[in-house]
């Protein structure tokens, strides 16, 4: 890294090797601001291709100055991409071509399914769309157009995009949902809104309906996952076991001691019990919950449901063999038990344990 | 929290005097610190005034502050120096088990760290004003060096006075449950104070823990010195002697007071049921029978 | 009889049978343990039965269960029996669950239990040295 001719050679463009010995420089600027080693070479790398591109205009002794400035002008375009990717994620369908060229019937269904989808939006859902998507108005044109505010435009957009996500599927699938309660949870799940998956009790409706269990898959890979969540699948008797070993390990990982980890284990084993012992199919979802720190256990299945559910839940305390579901005993062993129930559909049992009570 | 020698004055690195300097960048830093090791003492002092000022520190004496600055200020030239931060941390430990226990708070271990930082960057300045690009270069190096030493140093502050925190709990804990091995095969859990559920939690670790360490068979768990208990916490008191019993220790419950006693009945625990006698001395007594050692009292047969 | 690793395993040591369950059982794999267990203690006339459990890491209604009807069977054949290795956490759990377990004889460990079945039963421990 031998300092390079500061003169620089008698034509007007800087040596490589003038370009080169910026590189310790540049690093050190885009290293004060992005800690991540990769990103940070890319930076690095670009801002020289910059200095490279505008040395020509560059005054002799000023090489260094102008790539303290691009590096920093590059990291600072770097965060407003990084801004504006967040700000776009919801985006779907990708509306770039494909581009292998076996794909052309693929790609004639993609957009006929696209049309359809769009098809079936309203008109003014559509033109907002297609303004917002195509043509790039951003919000706040499309709000002063709409007497509107640039939120509640960007919010419309949200729903529109969740209905022509879920309509582009069911026209790419060619399938009309089976039943009422479709539409509504593949619009929530297609949202990412959570609050209303579990008003419509989505999680439920995937059980139950296999179209949405279908065409939910590419729906839910969308946006961050929590890798929070872990789902047991509950058939057999060693689902049992997989289930509460699961429980163990997301709450050791929550820091609960060794008693609590005993106990949601346990309280685990009894409630997946039952989707075994009563039902067809089922499974427990396991969620470690911050602020407050805790975990939630979900255990929902597909069954013949419980007709009084007080009962189910009162033994007497001392007493187990009540009614043999191991529902009372796990309600003990955790902070908050619910159960929703519903005959001839199945049951679904929410429990969660606090960090640091009792 | 922020320095102040962050003002305008940095930004103008494009513009001024095209002649900028021509040192090779991997010499800036060597500069610098040879910069602050010249001027260490009126630097030191420097700071030193600026902590009185903010009122920091204000548990150490004279000797101790100028003995603490002057390491600390040698170990900050030496992180930006070698870039490694292994001794400046070893030291901040070592430095932070040493004040903890005098109350010193995490905000002045963090504010004269920063205090330290600006007293240099403002040494910088001073010496580079004339030369802007040089400047924007020498702060460029010293900026992020600098929020790393401080960072460094917040960090173990904050994990030792943690460790220390978590340790005092864990001894007072352990002190306000004690499990006693007075012979082979024996424990006495004698309680004093207010039974809550942090500690009613505790009793339950301690007793079940040492059943098995010390391969107990009776447990004679005192409550004479417990004012009251709530039901939460008798509940769960009958709760750790059935766990016992369960791990073949039986529990013999001594002082238990009237009040105790109606709470017990309350929740609905059989008394009948569960072995109570009067005071302690009864209590081991009666342990030292069922261990089957030598009776000391004529009517003490063995179970049948 | 079983596949892969033993899961649990039963000895026999004089007039008592120890019978030591190896890993976490789900309810097939402890019915099966009932089962053979019962089985034994009938053809090889124990009069006592050890069942160490250290092995469990969740004791939950169903186990506790089976311990008790082993122990029930076993005192129709004229055997006694005795649970154990209960962990700690695991004997407070079970307590918590509000399992009755009124009926099971529970000591520290295999070298405890021993020495219970032979005050109780005067079985000889073991073959006779």
Not at chain 1, 291 to 304: L, Q
Not at chain 2, 100 to 113: D, K, L, M, Q, S
Not at chain 2, 123 to 134: A, P, T, V, W
Not at chain 2, 163 to 189: H, K, N
């Amino acid at each position: 890294m031998a300092a390079a001719g500061r003169a620089g050679p008698a034509g007007d463009r800087p040596s490589p090797a003038e370009i080169t010995a910026l590189i310790p420089l540049v690093r050190r600027v885009v290293a004060a601001r992005v800690p991540d080693r990769a990103t940070a070479d890319d930076l690095v790398q670009e801002t020289l291709a910059r200095v490279l591109a505008a040395s020509a205009r560059v005054e002799p002794g000023m090489l260094e100055p102008y790539a303290i400035v691009t590096a920093r002008n590059v990291v600072a375009s770097l965060w407003r991409d990084q801004d504006r990717q967040r700000r776009h994620q919801h985006r779907v369908v990708d509306l770039r071509p494909p581009e292998a060229p076996d794909e052309d019937v693929l790609v004639q269904e993609d957009r006929e399914a696209v049309t359809a989808a769009l098809a079936r939006l309203t008109d003014r859902e559509r033109a907002t769309l297609l303004a917002h998507e195509v043509a790039g108005q951003d919000t706040r044109s499309l709000a002063a157009e709409l007497g509107s505010t640039a939120g509640a435009v960007a919010a419309q957009l949200n729903r529109t995009r969740a209905r022509l996500r879920v309509e582009y599927l069911l026209a790419l699938e060619n399938a009309e949902p089976p039943t009422d309660r479709c539409r509504p949870v593949l619009l929530a799940l297609s949202s990412g809104d959570r609050r209303r998956q579990r008003e419509v009790d989505a999680a439920r409706h995937l059980l139950e309906c296999d179209v949405c269990a279908r065409l939910s898959e590419p729906l839910m890979g969308r946006g961050r996952t929590r890798d929070a969540d872990v789902r047991v699948p509950v058939q057999s008797d060693a689902d049992v076991v997989a289930a509460r070993s699961a429980a163990r390990e997301v709450a050791a990982g929550v820091g609960f001691p060794p008693t609590d980890l005993t106990a949601i284990a346990t309280a685990v084993s009894e409630v997946t019990r039952n989707i075994v012992k009563f039902a067809d199919s089922g499974e427990v979802v396991i969620e470690a919950v911050e602020e407050p720190r805790g975990i939630r256990i979900v255990a929902r299945d597909v069954g013949p449901g419980i007709p009084d559910v007080d009962r189910a839940l009162d033994d007497g305390y001392s007493t187990y063999d009540g009614l043999g579901l191991g529902l009372p005993g796990a309600r003990r062993l955790m902070d908050e038990f619910a159960i929703v129930s519903e005959v001839g559909r199945g049951t679904t049992v929410t429990m969660t344990k606090w960090w640091g009570e009792r | 929290m922020t320095g102040t020698q962050d003002d305008g004055s940095r930004t103008g690195a494009r513009t001024e005097e095209p002649r900028t300097t021509g040192s090779d960048d991997e010499a800036l830093l060597p500069e610098l610190v040879a910069h602050l090791r010249e001027h260490r003492t009126k630097l030191r002092q420097q700071w030193v005034s600026r902590i009185r000022e903010e009122n920091l520190l204000q548990a150490m004496t004279s000797q101790e502050m100028a003995a603490e600055t002057t390491s600390v200020y040698d170990n900050y030239v030496e992180v930006l120096e070698t870039g490694s931060v292994a001794a400046l941390q070893q030291y901040a430990r070592d430095l932070s088990e040493r004040i903890i226990p005098r109350g010193v708070e995490t905000h002045e271990v963090v504010g004269i760290v920063l205090l330290l930082r600006d007293v240099l960057a403002r040494s910088l300045f001073e010496k580079y004003q004339r030369d802007f690009g040089m400047l924007n270069r020498v702060l460029d190096a010293y900026e992020p060096a600098a929020n790393r030493i401080a960072n460094t140093v917040a960090v173990s502050f904050v994990d030792e006075r943690e460790r220390v925190i978590r340790q005092q709990q864990d001894s007072i804990r352990e002190l306000s449950t004690p499990v006693l091995p007075v012979r082979e095969r024996l424990l006495i859990l004698p309680i004093i104070g207010v039974l809550d559920s942090e500690r009613a939690r505790q009793l339950t670790v301690q007793l079940l823990g040492g059943i098995r360490t010390h391969r107990a068979k009776v447990v004679v768990i005192d409550i004479t010195g417990v004012p009251g208990m709530d039901e939460t916490v008798a509940n769960h008191l009958v709760q750790t002697v059935d766990a016992s019993r369960l791990m073949g220790a039986s529990v013999i419950i001594t002082g238990l007071s009237p009040d105790i006693a109606q709470t017990l009945v309350t929740i609905g625990v059989d008394l009948s049921k569960m072995a109570t006698i009067g005071d302690l001395q009864g209590g081991l007594e009666e342990a030292e029978r069922m261990l089957g050692y030598a009776p000391s009292r004529p009517e003490g047969a063995p179970a049948p | 009889m079983t596949s892969g690793p033993r899961l649990f395993s039963i000895l026999r040591q004089g007039a008592i049978l120890i019978a030591s369950i190896h890993t976490a059982l789900d309810d097939t794999q402890l019915e099966r343990f009932r089962a053979d267990l019962i089985d034994r203690i009938g053809h090889d006339r124990a009069k006592g039965v050890i069942i160490d459990v250290a092995a469990l890491d969740v004791i939950d209604s169903f186990a506790t269960r089976t311990l008790r009807g082993v122990a029930d069977m076993a005192r129709l054949r004229g055997a006694r029996t005795v649970i154990v290795g209960i962990q700690p956490d695991v004997a407070f759990v079970i307590v918590q669950l509000g399992m009755d377990t009124g009926s099971l004889v529970t000591a520290l460990d295999l070298e405890e239990g021993l020495a219970h079945l032979a005050a109780v039963t005067g079985a000889p421990i073991g073959p006779g040295r």
